[in-house]
């Protein structure tokens, strides 16, 4: 899938915007690729991934027994179906996280894991988001979060694609226990870019990612990994395996 864009060009993305970040992420393959490997463990058989986007990470988890691809933004979801709708075990709906209508039509208990990379801090309302979201999982299942951490590091990358908050470790396990889920693990996650978004979002105040940045990041990545093995380092992401109660209590 070299062209995630489909049929849609490239130039239709405002750089300085959401859709545009996207697009720029879309183009650092080993560091999407190493993203799923880090929450491959954690994956089951039937999968739905929260704010699937324009398919960064669906692409590598399209394999699954059964993959549910999700957003609210109407060019996303157009994506999503222009580029994943003829694959048999994929289907793709929309899901708003503050709407309980999108939720109902998915139903209780359809799926053993959730993905919601990179989403959580959009949702004014965490904890009701996290709630809703554990409906959909079968008891013993997990949500798997990945949210940008470190409250000083908020800047204008932060503001463009409209984050509520960074969280800390604290911030997050507090959110995931409110929502009657238990977090199981926690993990620091990709280190080294953390001096460059506070430069460029925090001091600079820049409006988008230089693709350049990017493209040397994503070659260091085989680096990074071999680094973040061996040495517990912060992260400019944090991630959280969050269990659903064996037995309900809801």
Not at 126 to 135: E, F, G, P, Q
Not at 156 to 175: G, M, P
Request: charged share 20%; aromatic share 10%; hydrophobic share 45%.
């Amino acid at each position: 899938m070299s062209d995630i864009y489909g049929k849609h060009n490239a130039n239709h993305f405002d750089e300085n915007s959401g859709h545009g970040i996207l697009k720029s992420i879309s183009e650092a393959h080993r560091f999407l690729s190493w993203t799923v490997e880090v929450i491959e463990p954690y994956l089951g058989r039937k999968i739905l991934e929260v704010g699937s986007g324009i398919g960064n990470v669906s692409q590598y988890i399209s394999k699954r027994e059964r993959l549910i691809l999700t957003d609210i933004d109407p060019i996303y979801l157009d994506i999503l179906r222009s580029n994943f709708s003829n694959i048999e075990n994929i289907s793709i709906t929309k899901l708003d996280l503050n709407d309980d209508l999108d939720f109902t039509a998915l139903g209780d208990g359809v799926v053993d894991t959730i993905i919601c990379l990179n989403v959580l801090e959009h949702i004014e309302y965490d904890v009701a988001a996290l709630k809703r979201m554990s409906k959909l999982l079968v008891p013993g299942g997990h949500i798997i979060l990945l949210v940008p951490q470190y409250e000083f590091l908020f800047g204008s990358f932060d503001s463009i694609v409209e984050h509520y908050r960074r969280y800390t470790k604290h911030a997050l396990k507090k959110t995931v226990i409110s929502s009657g889920l238990i977090p199981i693990k926690f993990i620091n996650f990709n280190f080294l870019p953390i001096f460059g978004w506070w430069l460029n979002g925090v001091v600079l105040k820049r409006k988008q990612m230089d693709h350049w940045q990017i493209k040397i990041f994503d070659m260091l990545v085989p680096l990074l990994k071999f680094i973040e093995r061996i040495l517990p380092l912060p992260g400019l992401s944090l991630i959280c395996i969050a269990e659903k109660k064996s037995t309900s209590l809801e």
